[in-house]
Nanobody, 125 residues
Framework: QVQLVESGGGLVQAGGSLRLSCAAS????????MGWFRQAPGKEREFVAA????????YYADSVKGRFTISRDNAKNIVYLQMNSLKPEDTAVYYC??????????????????WGKGTLVTVSS
């Protein structure tokens, strides 16, 4: 079992930055590819970013490419999402996910092994 706890959400003005963290406990380390997803009010959950077990490979949704950066610290069992140049359309609940399958293609599949409960990001215009 893996428990995922997100933190770092909040209210920020457009153009600002936030860094989300996802702390993993249980059977963790480099056993899982990790990802971030988000769900805006009235919309379906969507893929944001993924990172491979070693942290070598990263993948992004087109909507966040160049603005968001995913990283991980396997020694601390933490995954980060640095979000810069935030836009009102980035407003959503952000969820951390862990998956035993490769990070590549995470955005095209559902059914992650583990999910966190989410953290709310609100970007004001």
């Amino acid at each position: 079992q893996v428990q995922l706890v997100e933190s770092g959400g909040g209210l920020v003005q457009a153009g600002g930055s936030l860094r989300l963290s996802c702390a993993a406990s249980g059977r963790t380390g480099s056993n899982y590819a990790m990802g971030w997803f988000r769900q805006a009010p009235g919309k379906e959950r969507e893929f944001v970013a993924a990172i491979s077990r070693s942290g070598t490979f990263t993948y992004y949704a087109d909507s966040v490419k160049g603005r968001f950066t995913i990283s991980r610290d396997n020694a601390k069992n933490i995954v980060y999402l640095q979000m810069n140049s935030l836009k009102p359309e980035d407003t959503a609940v952000y969820y951390c996910a862990a998956d035993g399958r490769p990070a590549q293609g995470m955005g095209q599949r559902s059914g992650m092994d583990y999910w966190g409960k989410g953290t709310l990001v609100t970007v004001s215009s």
